[in-house]
């Protein structure tokens, strides 16, 4: 989901439908940057906390500031509502992966009901745009970025947490008019999913894009996965049409169809809350066979984990990557599977002096700081973390939590890390790495202490 480049991607010698047509940038593919919208200073932090240390709340401090607020921007074209930059000069829009940890957190501080609002807004206002040049099967996509003018609309989403950071925002704050505004949008965005990633609908999500650039594609997931080497973008298997190109990814990720099964989850649950029980039926009937698509096809014994399949001979692809945990931040597993997954996790293939690799150790292709093979992010241990402790393997989710926070604590707050060495990578005070608190606030860590004041850990 990051990207180390600026890609110029109008053209390219593919050619795209009249409705694809990306739209113009500037000559010298500058964007727009947007002011920031700093009232960081205007918040006091610390009293909201309590910690076992000093570099605790120091650390706690440091990421509300500069991970949550300073990242918040006034409107910019397109954006018509307050919105949130991950970070550093290239990241100039509003990602889905990035800004779900982002309001997660602002909605624990008081009065930011509306900016979080106007967050989501940017989503649906999306949408909105999208739908009114798209073919109605590619209609209710939410790109990956809301880029700033006058970059182009990126043409493919990004893992689907959508539902589950609303989730978690109505959680902290009870905001039933985010509710209202989002859970019918969710709805309407989980099924553009399912219609255009499960093509041979068995219950399984691959990648794609309708630019038909395969890296697009790629970056709907974790960019440079090695599980995705030898990913081919093909027409869709069943459907023809006049406009109709190779959009759809032909291998099936298990992390990606992890992070719906998440979301599903979360929409069942807040379409329950609105009192929608047949949506929330809807919702449960593609999480039942998601899940059993996933334990019959993607679970490997010997592996210890979900890999990755093709999508038309459902094939495994032999290598286990960071996508292949996420289905324990799902609940996927069977205990069975969840205890096997846990030991794999606790072997030298995967116990780097800095936990966990995103690639098998033992793989060829793994180097401690190479991006997506072999580094480390802070989200993303947080997302296993959080599956080993539901799954009651908490001493194993501590041990990742602690060492997350303590390198964190030592070398700063950083977009990812070097798995052996515990160096910063990519950008400093990078938005997603506001996680490295929520592992805390969940309970997740042992070592690293910090609660709500008078409020239980949320989860």
Known sequence: MRRRQFLKLAGGGIALSPWLQPSVIAADGSAATGSVLDNSKDVNIRPLFEANSEEVLALAEA????????????????????????????????????????????????????????????????????????????????????????????????????????????????????????????????????????????????????????????????????????????????????????????????????????????????????????????????????????????????????????RDSLEKIPVATISSWIPLAAGVPTQAMAKRMAEVLASPAWQTPLPVPTVDRTDKRWKSNAFWRGDVWPPTNYQIASGLAAYGHKDLAADIADKTIANAIKNGISEHYDSVSGQPLGVKDYCMSSTLVTMMLDGLAQEHNLNLRDKRPAH
């Open 63 to 310: 990421v509300f500031r500069k991970c949550v607020l300073e990242k918040i921007r006034p409107p910019v074209e397109p954006l018509q509502h307050t919105w949130v930059q991950p970070g550093g000069p290239y990241y100039m829009g509003q990602w889905i992966w990035d800004t779900m940890f982002v309001v997660d957190l602002l909605s624990i501080l008081p009065g930011k009901q509306q900016v979080i609002r106007d967050v989501f807004q940017n989503y649906w206002d999306f949408q909105d745009r999208w739908n009114k040049k798209m073919p109605e099967y590619a209609r209710d996509m939410v790109t990956v970025a809301i880029k700033t003018a006058p970059q182009e609309v990126r043409q493919f989403s990004q893992i689907p947490i959508l539902a589950w950071g609303a989730e978690r925002v109505y959680q902290r704050n009870r905001d039933r008019e985010l509710l209202k505004q989002c859970l019918g949008r969710l709805e309407r965005f989980h099924d553009w999913f399912w219609r255009e990633r499960d093509v041979t609908n068995i219950g399984l999500i691959a990648v794609g894009s309708y630019s038909g650039i395969l890296q697009h594609a790629r970056w709907e997931t974790f960019d440079y996965d090695c599980a995705m080497d030898d990913l081919k973008l093909t027409p869709h298997p069943t459907r023809e049409g006049p406009n109709e190109g190779a959009w759809y990814g032909d291998i099936c990720m298990a992390g990606n169809t992890a992070y719906l099964v998440l979301g599903e989850r979360s929409l069942a649950r807040l379409a329950e809350i609105a009192g929608d029980q047949e949506m929330a039926a809807r919702r449960k009937t593609r999480i039942e066979k998601a899940v059993k698509a996933m334990r019959d096809h993607m679970w490997d014994e010997q592996a210890g984990t979900f890999l990755a399949v093709r």
